[in-house]
């Protein structure tokens, strides 16, 4: 009662700022109105997209859900899905420039006077009916062939990790923008009121390691209800998510309800909409207390999807236990779940730290796609498996095939998908016999994020957000769909 | 009398629009319009009206013996005129007129002259004569005749007739590409504009031969090269764009459309080329597919509507109503697992039964009540039951669900008594039916009864075998 009273002392919940920019909308409004008048005659039913209601797909998805299983630091192409026998042939040799053809190096190869050529360091086959080479650090994922499309025709335009990953994850090298899974969230909304939209699981492999930051899942300028909320390994998968001793539940309800008043009465009074995000989120943190331990459980997981992940799975913190987590976030409607594995980044010593990398993620990554399979939750799940850049086809420093690292690549690298309207069994995309640049099919950062949007049921051309006087698209002003990958 | 209280300058006005008129249509061959004056062409849509309304507004007053008051006649008659005139103007702007066209002009031009006679009989005092009657009577046929004309001009021919079912027109087992898909896509879409009536741009898109000519601006059609081609390229420009086709107002192409008169440019824009000589990675074999089965969001367009405001009724925290898309009514249901299980919120849904075309209650201690309210969402195309105390009993219930393309049933004591259900679902794609009592043996009956179905009996043994066998663990410490 005492509330509603409150309320009524400001019927029109405004402060002076939203009053005048409320009412430059409505005369604008009518001005742009009388204007469009033609449009009342037109008759025609249908909303343009863009006034149509935020958390609904602008047309029926493929896809439900991502599970992003992003491969931090930049693993090889030529070590994982890109075969090319003649970096074998011509092994020592120096990169012709016509293949090079003026693509800037980052300052740890620009010194080189010599750019040798470097075979992969193991070997590769092909698998499936889809003849796709996989190389034989990646023996689980290459049992899976058929259920995956591998593109080789990636690209990207930085050539650092930073801006690399920022913008894998944002559409733009600078940070500040909102994180794809953010954008998802705002635009699909969370089909589950009891978790976060978007999750972020990280975990490390032993290889050369780059820093990940909180930037990268940030929701930039969306309501911060759609950042997403990183979930550790261990007791407290979200911090300061449990009560403290001696506070029970009820207590916490009783709190809650008084702090959400007093939280109603300054919306009231200020008309600020972040405060409203505040309260609901506060109620979806109660509700987390019981949902979070019971999605983090993976005791009741049978002995047989412990062995399908690997026994790694049973070690919190691992890839192996991240992915079987991820499958648990999907199962319970997470829009987006973000794992990072760190480590890819071998500028030296790159056949033994490939190969504990690929041992990391390997099984796990097939296993996830295997138990998504039959659970049916490929049907309306995407898989998305690759790192920020690739590396060059040339070695770093010292020539020596047994101990070599890679610089980092941009022109061209391979991820691999799975999933949520993507057709299976697929080779996407092709490079020169160098590896270097791409013959075929490219596929750029914008347009992987268009393709991954229109599975998803999203419009990446009308789904915007308005800040600061422009309208923001986590495609920027470029991206296409690639139709090809669509099933 | 009455001829002196006329004005002189009507009767100049009217001779001398009349003659006008008479030597536009017969010297049309000879006339070259100015661009100003050609503009003036572009107000007759607009001042057309006038004379239709008012010369029948006076023929009606004339047949029913009532006095034709002198001005209405003066207006009508003028405004007949200046929209003949106008008209042919306009007409210039097509290069070779059409049958329709041809007839419009002529027609309107006579509609504007027997109205300049009915003014010339009316001031001589004729009036009320058997002339002027059966005058009245030829100018209203002509009215209605050159204004049904002139709307097939505008609108196309086919605008008046009657709605034809489009489904009527089925594209074939084998189609012809041309003859069959995009000549469709093309009568759809470009023809009302591009025909020998209203030859926009100097283009037809009638036939083939046409497309190859090309229009005014350069090449519409050139085979094998969709970039360059205009047919494709103006397609792709953004709406806003002058260039761009359809323009606006006019009902754009849907990205199926294009893309598929974009693959059969690309192919060499063949009219023979049939369907069965495509190989099957070629795009265009997914896209005649998709013609030829409705779209989902066309599938749900008959729903009952459903207000937001029912949806967050029967929503809560742990049972998530969305709408599979923007204005659609078909809804997905996902319903999680709350700390104290209740059948209630999830046969509330009662309602909107109907609308429900996803439904997952996976994992949730459901029964007899909750797979009754299933058994009514007749409209069901996805269902979840997996890891649930589903039984044959309750399965039974499910056998009226003819739209269901997807279950998930894996998990449940469900046994081979309910492979005649499974039998009975015509439209089942995918059967999740892991770790059941269902034999084996059932289970290859059902797939003979149904070849297009996937039924999901887990992992793969050998791919399971290979996943335990190769563990990672060992190396990774």
Redesign the interface.
Known sequence: MKEEEKNNENPLKVNRRHFFSQLSVGIGSLALGSLLIPDLFKGSGEQPLAQQPLGIPHFAPKAKRVIYLFQAGGPSQFESFDYKPTLKKRMGEDLPESIRNGQRLTGMTSGQDKFPLMPSATNFKQYGQSGAWVSDYFPHIAKIADEITVVKSMHTDAINHDPAITFFQTGSQISGRPSMGSWMSYGLGSENKNLPSFVVLTSRGKGNSQGLYSKLWSSGFLDSKHQGVMLRSGKNPVLYLNDPDGISRSDKRHLLNEVSQLNKMHHVETGDDEIESRIAQYEMAYRMQMSVPDVMDISKEPESIVKLYGEDCQVPGTFAANALQARRLAENGVRFIQLYHQGWDQHAKLPTAMAGQAKDVDQASAALVMDLKQRGMLEDTLVVWGGEFGRTNFCQGKFDPKDFGRDHHPRAFSIWMAGGGIKPGLNYGKTDEFGYNIVENPVHVHDFHATIMHAMGLDHEQMTYKYQGRRFRLTDVAGNVIKDLLA | MTRILKNRWVDYAILGLSVFLIFCLIFDAYIQLPNLVAWLGRWHPLILHFPIVLLLIAVFLGLTGKKVPDELLVVAVLSALVTAISGFFLGKETPVKGDLLYWHQWLGGGVALVASLWYVLANRGLSGTMYTKMLQVVMVGLVVVTGHYGGMVTHGEEFLALPTNKKEKEIPENPVIYADVVTTILDDKCVSCHNPNKKKGELLMTNLEELLKGGESGQTLIPGDPIKSQLISRLHLPTEDEEHMPPEGKAPLTQNEI?ILERWVALGASDTLRFSQLPESE?LVALIKGLKEP???SKWASLPVVA?STIKNLSN??L?I???????N?LSI?V?SP?EYIAAPIIAMNRIAANIVELDL?GLPIGTAEMDFVAKCQNLEWL?V?KTPVTDAEVEKLENLKNLR?L?I?ETPVTDKSISVFKQLGSLK?L?V?NTKLSNEALENLKNENSGLVI?L??DPE??T???A????A??K
């Open positions: 893309e795009p779209d989902a969001e937001d925290d742990y998530t969305e709408r599979m898309a923007a204005n659609s078909a996902d999680f700390p996976s979840e997996d997807l998930k894996y995918s999740y892991w999901n887990g992992i791919i399971e290979f996943f335990v190769r563990d990672s663990v190396v990774a």
